[in-house]
């Protein structure tokens, strides 16, 4: 997992940095594993981004909700968001590996879930609006019905983490053919291509 670079909003997904400073567009699927390129739990903890409640707005921002909705949220409910990733984290991940998930995580999901979420809305000029301010749990609750909807749904049996030996972002795979393996073409993938060459090249030579 590496640092987040401010995204465009002409496509689809959270911009990310790499180790080396190369940016690249990491699209995982769903609006719940965006929240997961936020930090994890364990060893993610090193990645961790979300400390105050402006950092839970920025991740907003990057996130593909749209519009951004107007947030207040509290320190509680960053501490909230903080807990919600890191289950929703070993949640998604158990059924990537086809694990059962632990019912502590599953609860804490359910019970971000039964809040009332984020309320669309046709603002005067006819655009896509929020019915008003909203706090973080509400943000919070999005994003668990989101999981929900895609845990529960058709694409569960295609939640993955990449196959490359030092990533571990979470995406749904939703391409018509279902043989994506990396989070992005961009990045991993691209290395595997180069190391797969040299190593052909080495043989040759």
Request: proline residues 7%; neutral net charge; hydrophobic residues 40%.
């Amino acid at each position: 997992m590496e640092s987040r670079a401010p995204a465009t909003p002409s496509t689809p997904g959270i911009r990310m940095r790499s180790h080396s400073g190369a940016t690249y567009r990491f699209d995982p699927g769903a609006l719940c594993l965006e929240l997961l390129t936020t930090g994890g739990p364990g060893e993610f903890r090193q990645y961790e981004v979300l400390h105050a409640p402006a950092d839970l707005i920025a991740w907003a921002e990057r996130s593909r909700l749209t519009p951004t909705p107007a947030l207040r949220p509290s320190e509680a409910e960053v501490a909230a968001a903080r807990e919600l990733r890191d289950a929703l984290f070993r949640v998604a991940t158990a059924r990537a590996q086809d694990e059962r998930a632990d019912p502590a995580d599953l609860a804490t999901l359910n019970s971000a879930a039964s809040h009332p979420p984020l309320t669309p809305a046709i603002a005067a000029d006819g655009t896509r609006n929020w019915a008003a301010d909203a706090d973080g749990t509400a943000l919070l609750a999005t994003v668990a019905r989101d999981a929900v909807d895609l845990l529960t749904g058709p694409y569960a049996h295609r939640i993955r983490v990449c196959a490359a030996d030092n990533c571990s972002l979470v995406y749904v795979d939703t391409s018509r053919p279902g043989r994506r393996r990396w989070c992005s073409m961009e990045h991993c993938g691209n290395l595997h291509k180069v190391r797969t060459l040299r190593a052909r090249r080495s043989e040759d030579g």
